[in-house]
């Protein structure tokens, strides 16, 4: 299994442009998410999914959309990328077993808004 | 609403313990975790603890939990310079984890 990826792992961006950072498991994983990180204030959640076809908001929504076409994917879009949005970002999926429940998450993407 | 809260720097001697507090106010957390993370790199699930258990013990890490005071702790006996990260308390609340800030850990030896 590879886990999950995301790509790219690093990008820069100006002010005003659009992209998406994709996130990928091959686990089978009900849940996924996407949370960003920035300095003193740890990890925020963005959105996420319960599953195909459904999202949902998370703390920090404003800017970014999902959708959950398939299973293994859910990518998260930038439409019009701004400075404040300069984080490392994070993307993880859930299973939901009897007696745990745990996040795997991806290496993350550092995205620079300019 | 739901916060977690943790020291942000913790500095220890190697070979010595060093002990990762946090605080929380969700008293309806099933869960709460602890994670790991080395420079450059993701999060990594350390250890996690029932909110019906007191501690936890595996291997090195000795996790205890006070469920009056809402406060949860991470105990890494003999800490090695490879254990210097940044750890981070969660609790989950419904289908979501919140984080705290994380705290550094820097193993000097």
């Known amino acids: 299994n590879a886990g999950v990826t995301q790509t790219p792992k690093f990008q820069v961006l100006k002010t005003g442009q659009s992209m998406t950072l994709q996130c990928a498991q091959d686990?089978?994983?009900?849940?996924m998410s996407w949370y960003r990180q920035d300095p003193g204030m740890g990890l925020r959640l963005i959105h996420y999914s319960v599953g195909a076809g459904i999202t949902d908001q998370g703390e920090v929504p404003n800017g970014y959309n999902v959708s959950r076409s398939t299973t293994e994917d859910f990518p998260l879009r930038l439409l019009s990328a701004a400075p404040s949005q300069t984080s490392v970002y994070f993307c993880?999926?859930?299973?939901?077993?009897?007696?745990?429940?745990?996040?795997?998450f991806g290496p993350g993407t550092r995205l620079t808004v300019t | 609403g739901e916060d977690v809260e943790q020291s942000l720097f913790l500095s220890v001697r190697e070979g010595d313990s060093s002990v990762i507090n946090c605080t929380y106010t969700d008293s309806s957390s099933t869960y709460l975790y602890w994670y790991k993370q080395e420079p450059g790199a993701g999060l990594q699930l350390l250890t996690y603890i029932f909110s019906n258990m007191d501690m936890k013990q595996d291997q090195r890490l000795t996790v205890l939990l006070n469920k009056k005071d809402k406060h949860l702790s991470l105990r890494i006996a003999d800490t090695q310079t490879g254990d210097s990260a940044i750890y981070f308390c969660a609790e989950s609340y419904g289908n979501k984890l919140v984080f705290g800030a994380g705290t550094i850990l820097r193993v000097k030896s």
């Open positions: 686990m089978n994983h009900e849940y």
């Open positions: 993880a999926s859930t299973r939901r077993g009897a007696f745990s429940y745990e996040q795997y």
